[in-house]
């Protein structure tokens, strides 16, 4: 096994994908014993994790008691979104600036994947994709504190997707079909970032996540708890 170091980060990567996928739910308690045991680790690279997941937002740690996934009210919710239209504007309208070809390629590229993933109707795969082709968004804008800045948000808005997918439902005006709205909404800001249209890009971005606010909260609301 690595140092307590990789230890840490992997195990950071481990309980980050269970508590992002809702195998871990919002209020469960994390039993320190029983997943040390389960990852074959030690305490020290296990706390070390906990710690950055709290420093994520992702956790809640009261003293005494063991650490909890974060449960959402509408209002963190919104609060949420809010912040993120800020940050994906901003991302956008850099991205129009200083993007390269390679990296609006890589853009398209991602695109592609979110299109062939809607296509197939695979709305977990497509939550994998569609943060993807954000995070290359955000690449673009050749910015690392901003990445930084936006890609924990992105965490928490794909924990959000995830619980929300839980509770969609199929068929028209379903999920899978807003889905490959929303795809048709990134080639959109994809063809902004080229053409070098800031006020365009910063307006779709914007669209964007308010089409979303809309939708997560229709989903949330069909469950009194979060």
Same mark, same amino acid.
């Not at 906990?50 to 963190?76: T, W, Y």
């Not at 993807?132 to 808005?157: D, E, K, T």
């Given at each position: 096994?690595?140092?307590?170091?990789?230890?840490?980060?992997?195990?950071?990567?481990?309980?980050?994908?269970?508590?992002?996928?809702?195998?871990?739910?919002?209020?469960?308690?994390?039993?320190?014993?029983?997943?040390?045991?389960?990852?074959?680790?030690?305490?020290?690279?296990?706390?070390?994790?906990?710690? #950055?997941?709290?420093?994520? =937002? @992702?956790?809640? /740690?009261?003293?005494?008691? *063991?650490?909890?996934?974060?449960?959402?009210? !509408?209002?963190?919710?919104?609060?949420?979104?809010?912040?993120?239209?800020?940050?994906?504007?901003?991302?956008?309208?850099?991205?129009?600036?200083?993007?390269?070809?390679?990296?609006?390629?890589?853009?398209?590229?991602?695109?592609?994947?979110?299109?062939?993933?809607?296509?197939?109707?695979?709305?977990?795969?497509?939550?994998?994709?569609?943060?993807?082709?954000?995070?290359?968004?955000?690449?673009?804008?050749?910015?690392?504190?901003?990445?930084?800045?936006?890609?924990?948000? #992105?965490?928490?808005?794909? =924990? @959000?997707?995830? /619980?929300?997918?839980?509770? *969609?439902?199929?068929?028209?005006?379903?999920? !899978?079909?807003?889905?490959?709205?929303?795809?048709?909404?990134?080639?959109?800001?994809?063809?902004?970032?080229?053409?070098?249209?800031?006020?365009?890009?910063?307006?779709?971005?914007?669209?964007?996540?308010?089409?979303?606010?809309?939708?997560?909260?229709?989903?949330?609301?069909?469950?009194?708890?979060?």
């Amino acid at each position: 096994m690595g140092n307590n170091r990789n230890l840490s980060d992997e195990t950071y990567q481990i309980l980050l994908e269970k508590i992002v996928t809702n195998e871990l739910k919002p209020g469960d308690f994390l039993n320190e014993q029983v997943l040390t045991k389960e990852l074959n680790i030690s305490r020290t690279p296990y706390r070390a994790a906990i710690n #950055r997941l709290q420093a994520m =937002q @992702l956790l809640e /740690i009261e003293a005494g008691k *063991a650490p909890r996934v974060r449960q959402f009210s !509408l209002d963190d919710i919104k609060s949420l979104v809010e912040t993120l239209i800020v940050i994906e504007k901003t991302v956008a309208k850099m991205a129009t600036q200083r993007a390269t070809a390679l990296d609006i390629e890589k853009i398209r590229k991602a695109n592609e994947l979110v299109v062939k993933a809607a296509s197939i109707e695979d709305p977990k795969d497509y939550v994998y994709k569609n943060e993807s082709f954000h995070r290359a968004i955000a690449q673009a804008a050749h910015n690392p504190f901003i990445f930084q800045v936006h890609y924990q948000l #992105r965490v928490l808005m794909q =924990q @959000l997707t995830y /619980i929300a997918l839980e509770r *969609a439902k199929s068929g028209p005006g379903g999920v !899978l079909e807003y889905y490959r709205t929303l795809s048709d909404q990134h080639s959109e800001i994809t063809d902004s970032i080229e053409t070098r249209d800031s006020t365009r890009a910063e307006e779709l971005s914007v669209n964007h996540l308010k089409i979303f606010h809309t939708k997560i909260i229709t989903y949330f609301t069909r469950l009194d708890v979060y």
